[in-house]
């Protein structure tokens, strides 16, 4: 029998040993069999990474493009068969395909020379012609040509694949190829379009420049054509007082080679396209903040950019600008009310028919001669609705919303060309709609009870009514269950258009007679049916095909319901588990969180995003996602606001009191073993939850974490957490903020901390991981860091090697896993070599 000698420490975690001690060399002599290391299933984990969800799972909703002359659609849908492309008249419920996709494939291959068949047809850009009675697409050979456009002929990548162009007569089935085909460019992503495409505007050098239409054309296909001419509209435009980009997300080099380039200016124009306003803010006392990109090519990049912190006095100061187009002429509209305010122009909301029309001008909310904007006070605890008058330039507040915590409001519904306003406000504790007239006074609540509404639909004037997307109505329902209700002006007659127990998206037609309704829970498959106005399903039309993903042995999760800490309020999860599960095993548990309060993470219908959720779960644990008090403000305004002044510690006890629920309820759930994982949000309380609890959270993995508010942008810190304005006995007004941080615990800390940020994040700067890094350091704690190279927030291109980074360091410290060094290549874990055409 073989014999290991091991220090003693080691031994104490054998299951079973028969030995004797040697007192000088505190060794053990074993003679019993080592019992064998517990092991995490990276096997089972790597048959579900992005790359390979995306074989398994195909389309599960149906996105409608409706047509303009009729109240049709056309939609693609993919299943394992392939794709298809489907004509659908709402009025004669018919639904037909709109390519015999065999004959097609042959067409194709006759005329390009590349092989395609009915399963494989590469179809791109398909567009309905205006007559919608041809339908145009592209289809990309491998025929290598010389790029049209390019500067240098030798260059190693002046070739590219030469793209094919065709129109399709959808009554005799013909397919024609377009000859002499140049692939036209897309949209600019600087220019802003008049409705009547007489003029496009933008910015150069922060100021504002215009076109006209043929200039633009030139501009579309050649960016640095010579004869193209253009006019300069202002000439005061600095650096973070610009009339448009101030060059964001780059790097002082490229700024500074970019600045003389045009950039987008974010107008938006009258409908008659005589006037446009501009939001300018002047940020130039906002101070700076810096990210260094270490792995730049050549030497290491600097990005300057404003960020203002909690607190701070040095505030944007924002202002709306009014364009008189003819006379080039503009001028500052007097909106002030508030120290510090923020105003902000509504657009006008979009056609659905329009979806498919790049070059769709941006209009703001009114008509020719009135504008409607918000203004919110710095503490956010103030908001008027007001409308200007773009003659006269007079500004008149119309709709006041006052709180305690904080107010948000939304963009107002326009009835009868802003004869009549419905105005979406949680004055009463929950989100309604209230109905007031065109000037301010309020007219009638339109919805009323225990639930809360979510957005405008569409509004029905000639028969006033208002179709309005609500959740938490339905008795015996999730109350995150979204569905789309109809109801009169005057409050009565509201009617549920989508019944079931699943969460809905919808897409509705514009003249509101029907609706596309997507639809499914976590734990079904997803379905689509079109239905009518009255809640009358006029077709099924498809149902998601999961059969290869439930091939690979693929369970739905469980949703759950918990009491929150309190012993009263419901608060709502979902429980994965691995798809070898064995209910007499004991699981570790990892909660992943985001605590809001803006949104919970917690998936509420069928998602293909599987991977802080079914994937982790496989490696062997019980992952858990569930909300918290202060969470998603899709319930009362309380449960939103619960953490208000409280930002860092009030989700935590309801995160923990869940857990040990569900431990107290199933005996597979090791509540001994107990590991916590976000991002960004979720970095900040995973980090916290280990600090605040450290005898309960034994192992986290905190992503991207905010965990020093003070130095987090000024607009959710203040927002979430509060800021007090102090109004002195000389009218002076000043703003203080205060907030509790994790770096302010690292003592606390006894489990394994594993912090990660990229390095060039911009939104939660490395700043916040460093600087609890640094606390933990100081108090002599040890913990693991890794500074993600060149990412910005969200990790980018090495988002999946994170994924891996999180899972070795839960197997490790919960499951006792520590053979990843041997024996797992990350690389090789989602490696999928790919045939390029």
């Not at 949209?187 to 495409?197: I, N, Q, R």
């Not at 500074?256 to 130039?284: C, G, I, Q, T």
């Not at 548990?589 to 994937?615: C, H, L, W």
């Amino acid at each position: 029998m073989n014999k290991l000698y091991l220090p003693l420490a080691a031994v104490l975690s054998l299951l079973s040993i028969d030995s004797t001690v040697n007192a000088q060399t505190k060794t053990f002599t074993i003679t019993e069999t080592v019992a064998q290391a517990p092991k995490a299933n990276y096997q089972l984990a790597s048959r579900f990474s992005p790359n390979k969800l995306r074989k398994m799972i195909y389309s599960t909703a149906v996105d409608p493009h409706w047509l303009k002359l009729c109240n049709r659609f056309w939609y693609e849908y993919e299943t394992p068969a392939g794709k298809e492309w489907y004509l659908v008249d709402p009025a004669s419920k018919k639904k037909t395909k709109i390519f015999d996709k065999a004959a097609l494939a042959a067409s194709i291959t006759n005329i390009i020379r590349d092989p395609f068949d009915a399963e494989h047809l590469p179809l791109q850009n398909l567009k309905f012609a205006a007559d919608e009675k041809n339908i145009t697409f592209e289809v990309v050979s491998t025929i290598d040509e010389l790029k049209k456009d390019r500067k240098d002929k030798k260059a190693a990548d002046s070739m590219e694949k030469k793209i094919f162009y065709f129109n399709y007569e959808i009554s005799k089935a013909k397919l024609t190829e377009v000859p002499n085909y140049t692939k036209p460019k897309a949209k600019p992503g600087w220019g802003s379009v008049a409705p009547d495409s007489s003029a496009i505007v933008f910015t150069r050098n922060y100021n504002l420049y215009w076109m006209d239409k043929e200039n633009y054309k030139k501009a579309v296909k050649n960016e640095e054509d010579s004869t193209i001419v253009e006019h300069q509209l202002t000439k005061d435009g600095v650096k973070f007082y610009s009339y448009g980009s101030n060059g964001d997300g780059e790097n002082n080099e490229e700024n500074e080679k970019n600045n003389k380039k045009r950039r987008p200016a974010y107008v938006m124009w009258s409908p008659d396209a005589k006037h446009f306003v501009l939001n300018r803010a002047d940020s130039r006392k906002v101070k700076d903040l810096w990210v260094i990109n270490n792995v730049a090519a050549g030497r290491p990049t600097l990005e300057t950019y404003k960020y203002q912190m909690p607190g701070e006095k040095e505030s944007a100061i924002t202002e709306i600008l009014l364009f008189n187009f003819a006379s080039k002429t503009y001028k500052k509209l007097n909106t002030a009310a508030f120290k510090d305010q923020t105003v902000s122009v509504w657009s006008a909301p979009l056609l659905n028919k329009d979806r498919d029309n790049e070059f769709r001008p941006s209009v703001w909310l009114g008509n020719n001669s009135k504008v409607y904007f918000q203004r919110t006070s710095r503490d956010l605890k103030r908001i008027d609705v007001c409308m200007v008058d773009i003659n006269t330039g007079v500004v008149t507040p119309l709709i006041d919303e006052r709180f305690n915590t904080y107010v948000e409001v939304t963009r107002p519904g326009l009835v009868n060309d802003g004869k009549e306003l419905i105005h979406w406000s949680e004055r009463d504790g929950w989100a309604h709609f209230y109905l007031f007239d065109g000037n301010g006074k309020l007219k009638n609540q339109i919805t009323k009870g225990a639930f809360h509404c979510e957005e405008i639909v569409n509004i029905d004037a000639k028969n006033r009514v208002l179709y309005f997307t609500a959740n938490g109505r339905e008795s015996k329902e999730d109350p995150y269950y979204l569905h789309l209700y109809r109801i009169n002006f005057d409050g009565s007659g509201i009617k549920l258009l989508n019944p079931g127990d699943f969460d809905h998206a919808i897409s509705m037609s514009d003249d509101a007679r029907f609706f596309v309704n997507n639809f499914s829970r976590v734990n079904t498959a997803p379905k689509s049916t079109l239905v009518d106005n009255n809640g009358r399903v006029a077709m099924n039309l498809e149902t998601a095909d999961l059969s290869l993903l439930m091939a690979t042995g693929y369970k739905f999760p469980e949703p759950f319901k918990v009491k929150a800490d309190d012993g009263v309020t419901d608060i709502y999860g979902v429980m994965y588990k691995p798809f070898d599960f064995d209910p007499n095993k004991k699981y570790p548990v990892i909660e992943y969180v985001y605590p809001g309060p803006q949104t919970e993470a917690v998936n509420k219908a069928f998602s293909k995003s599987m991977d802080r959720t079914d994937r982790l779960a496989q490696f062997g644990y019980v992952v858990l996602t569930v909300g918290n008090r202060g969470g998603n403000p899709a319930r009362s305004k309380w449960y939103h606001t619960y953490g208000y002044g409280n930002l860092r510690d009030y989700g935590l006890a309801d995160k923990k009191a869940a857990v040990e629920q569900l431990a107290d309820k199933y005996s597979f759930i090791n509540a001994n073993k107990v590991g916590i994982t976000g991002h960004s949000g979720g970095g900040f309380m995973s980090t916290a939850a280990m600090l605040v609890y450290p005898d309960f959270f034994k192992a986290a993995v905190s992503n991207a974490g905010n965990h020093d508010n003070s130095i987090y942008n000024r607009w959710w810190s203040e927002k979430h957490h509060g800021v007090k304005e102090v109004v002195s006995a000389k009218g002076d007004t000043t703003f203080t903020y205060n907030i509790d941080k994790n770096p302010d615990l690292a003592k606390n800390l006894k489990g394994h901390l594993l912090l990660m940020t990229g390095d060039v994040d911009n939104n939660v700067h490395p700043a916040n991981t460093i600087r609890v890094a640094n606390a933990l350091m100081k108090a002599g704690k040890r913990f693991e860091m890794v500074m993600v190279p060149g990412q910005r927030h969200a990790f980018g291109e090495l988002t999946e090697y994170t994924f891996w980074k999180l899972a070795d360091h839960f197997n490790k410290y919960l499951i006792g896993d520590f053979s990843q060094t041997e024996q797992i290549n990350i690389l090789e874990m989602d490696r999928e070599v790919e045939r390029k055409r």
